[in-house]
């Protein structure tokens, strides 16, 4: 379990929107389904995680790992089920399956991870769960949907990046596609299902009914990627992989920083970079910049290879320039922003150590908080 | 018409993506949005961000994005224009907004302003950084996220080359908006209960770092950052294998190593003597480039697959147009364009069994279109109207039907 992380210098977070009785139950184990079960923890809602026997246990097989040989986790496990009341359940046993419908009797939300068929065969089909929670709001999220070829294949977040045309828009044309780091599109998946819990229950306000969604990590993905296809019935060209504009990636002498600048913004970003080779005509215009873009991030970087990334991030931002660094991990651990916000909260790995995890990405304020 | 949201309003302010596209889902399931602009400036996303696309609907993400919508067009720094949207404020459930910090306030719709108006209010912000700290004030956009929000320190070919999502994914967007409706619906949930007004603060660099918990929780265990390492990652094995034809590849993924055995089957790599893991997975990589490139993506990914291995095609988001499961679900939805025709657009967050929408309802709104309706609802008669139209306090399209 978190506990308020810096000590007590933490500020106090107020992420809760649902009543403290609200119960959820995940059934079967994802990373989009425990995401979204993060989400509602963090909401305020009791959340059980119901792990099957013979079932899929992903959040204790990936990675990345924690400890060592004799305490080895996965950190994915641990943020996912943090918060959350665990239960490990044989469906082949009489008692504890009894145990597990009273679980679902009375939840409030129950989701699912995988496929009607897959649950069907374990006699959780989605009329059973409507037979013993009717008014719930039941939720599946399968990896690939319930009929098409690729039906019964297991989720993988670079699968769903390949078969969504996410990936192929990222990288550069010299170089193959490349998948956008971690669980980007399980993760819409989940906020995406969050989305349909909230409909449900806004809905069961006002008539008292349940209802049932369903939705899938790869129609999560199609719902994520969606400006290309518009494009395309559009006639309009679309860039191509590794063109962004003219945005650029500098390196730094501590790492790396996102130049994103708008063609206003080019007489300040010459300012701070000062060389007065910038004043080529030939990059006059953001079309020049473009078709010059080599010769312009070489010189540029003559300058920033001496910079601190954070130094040009404060002195881009001074200038009112939408720039960024490339922040490692432990950057994030260590932002002003972040820990003025008490964004990170302690949790203890047994064995291992205190470590940090991140809170909500949302805040909520009443008429009596300063928000300052 | 859906009704799973029926009895919600909103007052929407927001523009672009990370704001237009969450009150778009709340919209399709039946919320009543008013999207509300400045009579001179409207939502810069009608022209795309460039600007070089025209203008009221002609760009197509805006139309998607704004589906299911109502539009006025206002002038925010007058007091009369003001009024009309504090008249909306009045009757609505929440405010949307994604501006700089503290642009509500000087606009006169700020929390506290919003509070005098409606007790119960939930005003939601969705920004950058969040209200507070020292970077509230900070701008951004999409791709400065990628970076700030810890992304792509682990995205990319290689250590020295830090990738972002690209301008037209721009995940920090499409997280923002996916995340954005289920946040609203709980605190107009909330605020009904108790009637308290609520101020929603929606960081979306934040929520980019919160969706990495895995990786915060080892760095802050281990000191270790994550790097990155291409398409495959520290504890997987998996890559994209080239397939005929120009720039085609297909992914393949593995979820243990002795599936390297049954891709060496299909390949033909001989795995006898290989040594470690690490050596039989480059021998088998080897051996399926030499596999696949002369196959078709999809003969390639199915062969693969029928050996019971994760292997898709690279596909572009076009070719989701024809995909057949998306099409067996119904998924897009086919609407009307302007100057004739019709185009798909991307389907529902999410299926409902029963209760989900049939279908658009309304077209992306040009620039005020509904703004007679929506002043008529508030009271405001055909004269009252006709004056703050010739002030340009208000305007419409000059078709668009009068009350």
């Given at each position: 379990?978190?506990?308020?992380?810096?000590?007590?210098?933490?500020?106090?977070?107020?992420?809760?929107?649902?009543?403290?009785?609200?119960?959820?139950?995940?059934?079967?184990?994802?990373?989009?389904?425990?995401?979204?079960?993060?989400?509602?923890?963090?909401?305020?809602?009791?959340?059980?995680?119901?792990?099957?026997?013979?079932?899929?246990?992903?959040?204790?097989?990936?990675?990345?790992?924690?400890?060592?040989?004799?305490?080895?986790?996965?950190?994915?496990?641990?943020?996912?089920?943090?918060?959350?009341?665990?239960?490990?359940?044989?469906?082949?046993?009489?008692?504890?399956?009894?145990?597990?419908?009273?679980?679902?009797?009375?939840?409030?939300?129950?989701?699912?991870?995988?496929?009607?068929?897959?649950?069907?065969?374990?006699?959780?089909?989605?009329?059973?769960?409507?037979?013993?929670?009717?008014?719930?709001?039941?939720?599946?999220?399968?990896?690939?949907?319930?009929?098409?070829?690729?039906?019964?294949?297991?989720?993988?977040?670079?699968?769903?990046?390949?078969?969504?045309?996410?990936?192929?828009?990222?990288?550069?044309?010299?170089?193959?596609?490349?998948?956008?780091?971690?669980?980007?599109?399980?993760?819409?998946?989940?906020?995406?299902?969050?989305?349909?819990?909230?409909?449900?229950?806004?809905?069961?306000?006002?008539?008292?009914?349940?209802?049932?969604?369903?939705?899938?990590?790869?129609?999560?993905?199609?719902?994520?990627?969606?400006?290309?296809?518009?494009?395309?019935?559009?006639?309009?060209?679309?860039?191509?992989?590794?063109?962004?504009?003219?945005?650029?990636?500098?390196?730094?002498?501590?790492?790396?920083?996102?130049?994103?600048?708008?063609?206003?913004?080019?007489?300040?970003?010459?300012?701070?970079?000062?060389?007065?080779?910038?004043?080529?005509?030939?990059?006059?215009?953001?079309?020049?910049?473009?078709?010059?873009?080599?010769?312009?991030?070489?010189?540029?970087?003559?300058?920033?290879?001496?910079?601190?990334?954070?130094?040009?991030?404060?002195?881009?931002?001074?200038?009112?320039?939408?720039?960024?660094?490339?922040?490692?991990?432990?950057?994030?651990?260590?932002?002003?922003?972040?820990?003025?916000?008490?964004?990170?909260?302690?949790?203890?790995?047994?064995?291992?150590?205190?470590?940090?995890?991140?809170?909500?990405?949302?805040?909520?304020?009443?008429?009596?908080?300063?928000?300052? | 018409?859906?009704?799973?949201?029926?009895?919600?309003?909103?007052a929407?302010?927001?523009?672009?993506?990370?704001?237009?596209?969450?009150?778009?889902?709340?919209?399709?399931?039946?919320?009543?949005?008013i999207?509300i602009?400045?009579v001179?400036?409207?939502?810069?996303?009608?022209?795309?961000?460039?600007?070089?696309?025209?203008?009221?609907?002609?760009?197509?993400?805006?139309?998607?994005?704004?589906?299911?919508?109502?539009?006025i067009a206002v002038d925010l720094k007058t007091p009369e224009g003001l009024e009309v949207v504090r008249r909306v404020v009045a009757t609505s459930?929440?405010v949307?907004?994604?501006?700089?910090?503290?642009?509500?306030?000087?606009l006169g719709l700020?929390?506290?302003d919003l509070?005098a108006i409606r007790?119960?209010?939930?005003?939601?912000?969705?920004?950058?950084?969040?209200?507070?700290?020292?970077?509230?004030?900070?701008?951004?956009?999409?791709?400065?996220?990628?970076?700030?929000?810890?992304?792509?320190?682990?995205?990319?070919?290689?250590?020295?080359?830090?990738?972002?999502?690209?301008?037209?994914?721009?995940?920090?967007?499409?997280?923002?908006?996916?995340?954005?409706?289920?946040?609203?619906?709980?605190?107009?949930?909330?605020?009904?209960?108790?009637?308290?007004?609520?101020?929603?603060?929606?960081?979306?660099?934040?929520?980019?770092?919160?969706?990495?918990?895995?990786?915060?929780?080892?760095?802050?265990?281990?000191?270790?950052?994550?790097?990155?390492?291409?398409?495959?990652?520290?504890?997987?094995?998996?890559?994209?294998?080239?397939?005929?034809?120009?720039?085609?590849?297909?992914?393949?993924?593995?979820?243990?190593?002795?599936?390297?055995?049954?891709?060496?089957?299909?390949?033909?790599?001989?795995?006898?003597?290989?040594?470690?893991?690490?050596?039989?997975?480059?021998?088998?990589?080897?051996?399926?480039?030499?596999?696949?490139?002369?196959?078709?993506?999809?003969?390639?990914?199915?062969?693969?697959?029928?050996?019971?291995?994760?292997?898709?095609?690279?596909?572009?988001?076009?070719?989701?147009?024809?995909?057949?499961?998306?099409?067996?679900?119904?998924?897009?939805?086919?609407?009307?364009?302007?100057?004739?025709?019709?185009?798909?657009?991307?389907?529902?967050?999410?299926?409902?069994?029963?209760?989900?929408?049939?279908?658009?309802?309304?077209?992306?709104?040009?620039?005020?279109?509904?703004t007679?309706?929506v002043l008529?609802e508030l009271g405001y008669g055909?004269?009252e109207i006709?004056s703050l139209v010739?002030r340009a306090v208000v305007?419409?399209?000059?078709?668009?039907?009068?009350?």
């Amino acid at each position: 379990m978190t506990s308020p992380a810096q000590g007590g210098a933490r500020a106090h977070r107020n992420s809760s929107l649902l009543p403290g009785t609200l119960r959820v139950v995940e059934v079967g184990e994802s990373v989009s389904t425990a995401i979204c079960g993060r989400l509602l923890f963090k909401l305020g809602a009791q959340v059980t995680q119901v792990a099957v026997a013979r079932g899929a246990h992903v959040l204790d097989q990936s990675g990345p790992f924690v400890g060592d040989d004799a305490q080895h986790a996965s950190a994915l496990g641990l943020w996912l089920r943090d918060g959350k009341t665990h239960v490990d359940v044989d469906l082949d046993d009489a008692t504890a399956r009894e145990n597990l419908d009273d679980r679902l009797r009375s939840a409030d939300v129950i989701l699912v991870a995988g496929t009607a068929a897959e649950w069907g065969a374990r006699g959780l089909s989605a009329d059973r769960l409507e037979e013993l929670a009717p008014t719930a709001i039941i939720g599946r999220i399968s990896p690939w949907g319930e009929s098409q070829e690729a039906a019964g294949l297991p989720s993988s977040e670079l699968a769903l990046q390949a078969a969504s045309g996410f990936m192929r828009l990222i990288g550069d044309l010299d170089h193959e596609p490349v998948r956008l780091g971690g669980h980007p599109l399980q993760s819409i998946a989940a906020l995406l299902a969050l989305d349909g819990v909230m409909i449900g229950l806004f809905a069961r306000e006002r008539t008292g009914r349940g209802a049932r969604f369903t939705t899938s990590e790869f129609e999560a993905a199609a719902h994520a990627e969606w400006k290309i296809a518009t494009f395309s019935q559009a006639g309009l060209r679309r860039e191509l992989r590794g063109e962004d504009n003219g945005a650029q990636v500098l390196r730094c002498r501590d790492g790396h920083f996102a130049a994103f600048y708008r063609p206003q913004d080019w007489g300040a970003m010459k300012e701070i970079i000062g060389d007065s080779r910038l004043d080529d005509a030939a990059f006059d215009t953001p079309r020049g910049r473009i078709e010059n873009q080599s010769r312009l991030v070489a010189l540029i970087e003559e300058t920033t290879r001496t910079m601190s990334k954070k130094d040009l991030y404060h002195a881009t931002q001074a200038h009112g320039i939408p720039a960024g660094y490339v922040a490692t991990v432990t950057d994030l651990l260590e932002s002003p922003q972040y820990v003025s916000r008490g964004f990170f909260e302690s949790i203890e790995v047994p064995g291992v150590g205190t470590g940090l995890l991140p809170d909500a990405s949302w805040q909520v304020f009443g008429p009596e908080d300063v928000v300052a | 018409m859906s009704g799973m949201l029926d009895g919600l309003r909103i007052a929407d302010l927001t523009i672009v993506t990370a704001g237009a596209a969450a009150t778009q889902v709340l919209a399709d399931f039946g919320a009543d949005v008013i999207k509300i602009e400045g009579v001179s400036r409207p939502d810069l996303y009608r022209g795309g961000i460039a600007g070089d696309i025209g203008d009221d609907v002609a760009f197509p993400p805006f139309r998607t994005a704004n589906r299911n919508k109502r539009a006025i067009a206002v002038d925010l720094k007058t007091p009369e224009g003001l009024e009309v949207v504090r008249r909306v404020v009045a009757t609505s459930d929440v405010v949307t907004e994604n501006f700089r910090r503290g642009v509500v306030e000087r606009l006169g719709l700020g929390f506290n302003d919003l509070i005098a108006i409606r007790p119960d209010i939930v005003l939601a912000s969705i920004s950058s950084q969040g209200l507070t700290g020292p970077s509230s004030h900070f701008i951004s956009f999409g791709l400065t996220l990628d970076a700030l929000g810890g992304v792509m320190s682990y995205s990319g070919y290689d250590s020295d080359s830090p990738i972002w999502s690209s301008a037209r994914i721009n995940y920090p967007d499409q997280t923002a908006n996916s995340l954005g409706p289920a946040l609203i619906i709980a605190a107009v949930l909330a605020s009904r209960r108790d009637g308290q007004a609520r101020w929603l603060d929606l960081s979306q660099r934040e929520t980019v770092t919160m969706l990495m918990g895995d990786q915060v929780l080892r760095t802050s265990l281990t000191g270790e950052n994550p790097v990155p390492t291409g398409n495959s990652t520290p504890d997987s094995i998996e890559w994209l294998t080239p397939s005929s034809g120009d720039d085609v590849w297909v992914a393949i993924s593995l979820r243990s190593p002795e599936e390297l055995e049954l891709v060496a089957s299909v390949v033909g790599a001989d795995l006898a003597g290989a040594g470690d893991e690490a050596a039989r997975a480059a021998l088998v990589r080897a051996a399926t480039e030499r596999w696949s490139a002369s196959r078709s993506d999809t003969d390639g990914a199915a062969t693969l697959r029928a050996a019971g291995v994760v292997a898709v095609p690279v596909r572009s988001g076009e070719q989701l147009l024809d995909d057949p499961y998306l099409r067996s679900r119904g998924w897009w939805q086919e609407v009307s364009v302007p100057g004739g025709g019709t185009e798909r657009q991307r389907g529902w967050a999410v299926a409902f069994d029963e209760g989900g929408p049939d279908g658009i309802r309304r077209n992306g709104p040009r620039i005020g279109e509904d703004t007679f309706e929506v002043l008529g609802e508030l009271g405001y008669g055909p004269d009252e109207i006709a004056s703050l139209v010739e002030r340009a306090v208000v305007s419409a399209p000059a078709t668009a039907p009068q009350r």
